[in-house]
């Protein structure tokens, strides 16, 4: 494993002397997808335009690819892609003239193929020569993807990718996120979808009030914070648990339909097998057994509201 | 060096130009026009010549320095503003280039649309009076000096501009004042003595004077003190920019 992005106590005060985002440290890996999940307001979008050059971060260091965002910053930026979370596009230019300007700012020389198959790519191909302000919210926003691969980065940004985007760019962004990963670009993704971390990253990062809580591999967060429950539908209403369970975990559904058991799938012993001959010797009948792993979301929602576990 | 940003920038933003190219071209067309047949026709009737130069020749290179000024700083200032404005500047910020190099495609590509307005006014003028140069060279220096250093005020302007009434404010409250009192239309020496005092405060005055003279031979203030003023005026410019880059100032807050 290689690390190509490698931040330290990066640390970011607005002028008005907000903390928006307190030394976070970080490292990914080249060709690894990192989502990092966070409510509204955390500071996912402060850390990525401070690794970005957007705004000055006010205390840590970043490097990209071995080089220094700060005093190194041609061969760093030159690394970086940045998907922005606002459409923000000049209306009276053409998709093709646009991309070909970011290939430019980035310093390298034109590349009409290479910019033809990314608008291929982003399904833009036949809107080629419209311009900006004559495309849908959609279609600027595959424009900003088109323009940040123009110039081929190692390391690329996605601020909230898919809020409030269609099913297709969702299917065609994630085929793409694919086919990058494969090269061995970084992908590093902020969202709001969190089936979304769940179902693409290789790690997870959670980010609120500034800080970067935790990141993890994906599978270890979901095996080492996920509880199981296990639902036991039973065949007759009960009004209280009964006395010979009451050493289980147990809750009871107020129809008094249902018992829930909480256990934790690292522990040695899951009691399952004691419960369920309680259950029976008890004299309960039982209609149906469910098991449910906890999601990557309930994670979530307990960490951010200081319920680590 | 990442020149080939440089030269990204500044096709963009003359792209911006060549889109708008009839107006560009008509609207100083149309004004020169309008001037010399105001103040051509109407006081060169009265006035026959001044220091030697016939009324109608005499205010050609007020005529352009006064375009050339409005544009570079307008062209500049808004060249900066709009990616300001609508939020495509985080490509800029993000990407390897230095402020140099954003400062080079900007001010380049405003200074060469002035630079065309200009031109266009002096050939609209051949259309009205004979206008001869009587320092070719000198007259093109100064003319390209002059689109450069007003792009470069006009870019800071736009940086600070975070509405578009300040946007208009500097050039409409400062710049227009001081480009109509600064001798375009008449020798400072036809102003009473005080008045003469106060114009040697404002740096129009070295700017036309020098074009002026570039074109007849004669001007209000001597030659090189028209040359230092204008390269002064450059270097406090860039000096602004640098320190805007390095601090960030209303760019990376
Ligand atoms: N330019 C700014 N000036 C002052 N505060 C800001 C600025 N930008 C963002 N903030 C504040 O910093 C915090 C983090 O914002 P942001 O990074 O955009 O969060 P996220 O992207 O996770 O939603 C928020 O409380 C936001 O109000
Ligand atoms: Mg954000």
């Known amino acids: 494993m290689t690390t190509i992005l490698s ?8 002028a008005g002397g907000f903390n928006a ?14 989502a990092l999940l966070g409510p509204n307001g955390a500071g996912k979008t402060t850390l990525i335009s401070a690794i970005c050059g957007i705004i000055t971060p006010t205390s840590g260091h970043v490097t990209v690819g071995g080089h220094d965002i700060a005093t190194e910053f041609r061969a760093a930026r030159a690394m970086i892609g940045l998907v922005p979370q606002e459409i923000s596009l000049e209306p009276f230019e053409t998709v093709t003239n646009t991309v070909r300007f970011s290939r430019g700012i980035f310093g390298r020389p034109r590349n009409d193929a290479l910019i033809e198959d990314i608008l291929r790519k982003l399904s833009l191909w036949d809107k080629k020569d419209s311009r900006m302000m004559q495309l849908s919210g959609g279609m600027k926003r595959r424009v900003l993807i088109a323009k940040a691969l123009a110039h081929e980065p190692r390391v690329l940004f996605l601020d909230e990718p898919t809020a409030g985007v269609d ?10 996120v694919a086919d990058l990963k494969a090269d061995g670009v970084s992908i590093i993704l902020t969202t709001h979808y969190i089936e979304e971390a769940e179902a693409i990253a290789d790690r997870i990062g959670i980010i609120n009030h500034g800080e970067l809580l935790l990141v993890e591999d994906k599978a270890t967060l ?6 199981k429950r296990l639902e036991v539908q039973l065949g007759d209403p009960i009004t209280a648990i009964p006395a010979s369970l009451a050493r289980h975990n147990l809750a009871l559904s107020t129809d008094g339909m249902a018992l829930t058991y909480t256990y934790d799938t690292n522990a040695e012993r899951t009691g399952i097998t004691g419960l369920l001959n309680d259950v029976a010797a008890a004299g309960l009948v039982l209609s149906d057994v469910q098991t449910h792993q906890s999601s990557l979301e309930e994670i979530f929602v307990g960490l951010v509201s200081g319920d680590t576990t | 060096m990442n020149w080939i940003a440089v030269a990204s920038i500044y096709r963009f933003e003359m792209a911006r130009f060549f889109r708008t190219l009839m107006q560009s071209f008509l609207s100083p067309v149309l004004s020169t026009s309008l001037y010399f047949v105001v103040f051509g026709t109407a006081i060169g009737s009265r006035i026959q010549e001044v220091e030697g130069v016939s009324y109608g020749a005499f205010i050609v290179p007020g005529l352009i320095m006064l375009a050339v000024i409005t544009q570079s700083i307008s062209n500049a200032a808004f060249g900066i503003y709009f990616p300001k404005f609508i939020g495509t500047i985080y490509e800029l910020l993000s990407a390897p280039v230095s402020f140099l190099e954003i400062v080079l495609g900007y001010v380049g590509a405003a200074a060469t649309k002035a630079l065309f307005i200009g031109v266009v006014i002096l050939i609209t003028a051949t259309l009205f009076v004979d206008v001869q140069i009587a320092h070719p060279l000198a007259m093109v220096a100064f003319l390209v ?4 250093s007003f792009a470069l ?3 800071i302007i736009g940086i600070w501009a975070d509405n578009f009434e300040k946007l208009q404010l500097v050039p409409l409250l400062i710049v227009t004042p001081l480009v109509f009192l600064g ?27 020098g074009f002026r003279w570039a074109f007849f031979d004669t001007a209000d203030v001597p030659i090189g003190l028209s040359l230092m003023a204008t390269g002064g005026f450059t270097v406090a410019c860039l000096a602004v920019i640098w320190w805007i880059f390095k601090t960030g100032w209303r760019i990376r807050n």
Do not use: H
């Open chain 1, 7 to 14: 931040i330290r106590d990066l640390g970011k005060s607005y």
């Open chain 1, 21 to 34: 985002l307190k030394s976070v440290t970080l490292d990914v890996q080249k060709g690894e997808i990192l």
């Open chain 1, 167 to 176: 099913v297709e760019l969702r299917k065609d962004m994630w085929n793409i």
């Open chain 1, 222 to 227: 979901m095996a080492r914070m996920g509880k």
């Open chain 2, 145 to 148: 000096l002059t689109c450069l």
């Open chain 2, 153 to 155: 005020l006009g870019f």
């Open chain 2, 183 to 209: 001798g375009s239309f008449y020798s400072i020496s036809m102003l009473p003595p005080v008045w003469q005092n106060i114009a040697m405060f404002n740096p129009v005055v070295y700017l036309i004077s």
